[in-house]
C-alpha cells in the first residue's frame, strides 16, 4: 500500500468513524428522548413523507443511479488499491552519481541465477523472481530435486549462487529465499498398479 492511499485510508476511516460515532449519541439520546437538549429543533419522530416525496421525483432515479456507479467505482479502486504490491522495479545500483543512475532489471538477474541451479545434478526444474515482501526486496528461489539428490552438494550450489546473486545485485537489503522440494519419485521409475 502507497503512503497515499495509507493516509486517505486514515483519513476516511476517521471520518466515517466520527460520523458513526455522532449519528450512534444521537441515535441514544433520540431514543432516551434527551436529544432536544442538545438540538432543541430535533424532531420527535421520524417522518417518511420527505423521503416518499424525494422518491417521487423524474430526478431521483438517474441521480440515484449515478450516485451508485460512483460508489461501486470508488469501492472497486478502494480494494484494488489495498492489494499488496508484490513487484519490484529496476534496482539502483550504487555509486549512482547525481549526473546519473545505473540501474538492474532484479529479476532478469535472480531469474539467470535459478536457471544456474537448475543445471545442478539431481534439480529437476528451478525459477526465481524478484519480489516485494514486507517492505524488504526478496530474490524469491524454488527448486525441485530428484528424491536421490544429493542435499549438501545442493546447499552449496544454493550459497555459491546466492553469494554470486548478492555480488551481481551490489545491494546489501536484498535478500534471498530459496525454497527446495524434493520429488518423491524419479519420472524414469514407473509405478505398476
Known sequence: MTRRVLGWD?????LVGLVLLALGVAAVLWGAGQLTRLWPG?????STATATDVYGQSWWRPVSTAAGAVLALLGLWWLLSHLPRTRVGPLRLPGSGPAGRSSLEGGAAVAVAAELLGEVPGVRSAS???REHRGQVVAEMSLTAGPHADLGALARSV????ADLAQVLSRDDVRAR????VARQDPSTSRVT
Open 178 to 181: 530459496v525454497r527446495v522440494r
Open 159 to 162: 550459497e555459491d549462487v546466492s
Open 10 to 14: 486514515r483519513t476516511a476511516a476517521l
Open 42 to 46: 430535533a424532531p420527535q419522530q421520524l
Open 128 to 130: 526465481g523472481r524478484l
